[in-house]
């Protein structure tokens, strides 16, 4: 059964998850930094990196939300990057954001389905997601429309939590999760279901070499799986 964010509601995964973040859009940047102390801030950092060496030129960015993962991306140089998310409450916050920093000539926001991309096969040099696969409600699926859309040779860079596997972290971590976060998430974002989805999510996510053999399944060759803080989150490569 799907882990999905409000338990009461008859609706699909998509359409919750659509929800939940059109809720928590205002507090999201906040929080997102808050809560993590602002270590998103460097594994995106290290997750562009990663993708330097393939000098990109067309970028997907998946479940962009308010384009954090697509601005760090700029740092490549690209012609342009197109973000995708179902929330359109993250997407307002995001074109807000671009337009402060005079950035909507080389990035463009638009709603998009992850698992009904509206690209054709073989446009993009790259694909990232950062905190969104996590999300999908078929990830198979999701993963497969990233390769279909993806061209002959591309990379595509994947930034997610992951479970840490060693004693103490693992033990802080959970309790971190189970305990504190959901705690503040709810205080500021005034959602309650929202940062108690997030542990719950990860949990049930399957990461590390499952992940990766997810991604050889719908076609992904070269995959990588770098941990990152402990095994607190992951970059999984993987090149068509």
Same mark, same amino acid.
């Given at each position: ?100 920093? +005079?950035?909507? #000539?080389?990035?463009? &926001?638009?709603? %998009?389905? =992850? *698992? ?15 905190? +969104?696969?996590? #999300?999908?409600?078929? &990830?198979?699926? %999701?993963? =497969? *429309? ?95």
């Amino acid at each position: 059964m799907a882990v999905v964010p409000y338990k009461d509601q008859n609706q699909n995964k998509k359409s919750q998850v659509a929800t939940m973040f059109n809720n928590i859009a205002g507090k999201y940047d906040f929080l997102n930094h808050f809560l993590s102390a602002g270590i998103d801030i460097i594994w995106r950092k290290k997750a562009v990196s990663l993708l330097a060496p393939e000098k990109p030129k067309q970028v997907l960015d998946i479940a962009t939300g308010t384009a954090d993962f697509a601005i760090e991306t700029l740092r490549l140089n690209p012609d342009k990057i197109t973000g995708v998310d179902i929330s359109e409450g993250m997407l307002a916050v995001g074109r807000e954001k671009l337009a402060k920093r +005079g950035l909507t #000539n080389k990035i463009e &926001l638009k709603y %998009g389905d =992850s *698992e009904d991309l509206p690209f054709a096969d073989n446009t993009f040099d790259a694909i990232t997601v950062a905190f +969104g696969v996590r #999300n999908f409600e078929n &990830l198979e699926k %999701g993963l =497969s *429309e990233m390769h279909r859309v993806l061209k002959p040779g591309g990379m595509a860079v994947v930034l997610e939590f992951s479970k840490p596997r060693s004693f103490p972290m693992k033990q802080l971590y959970q309790f971190y999760f189970k305990n504190i976060l959901p705690v503040v998430g709810k205080l500021v974002s005034k959602d309650n279901a929202a940062y108690t989805y997030l542990p719950e999510s990860v949990q049930a996510f399957p990461d590390g070499q499952q992940f990766l053999d997810i991604y050889h399944k719908v076609g992904f060759r070269n995959t990588k799986w770098h941990s990152l803080t402990f095994g607190i989150s992951s970059i999984y490569t993987g090149k068509k």
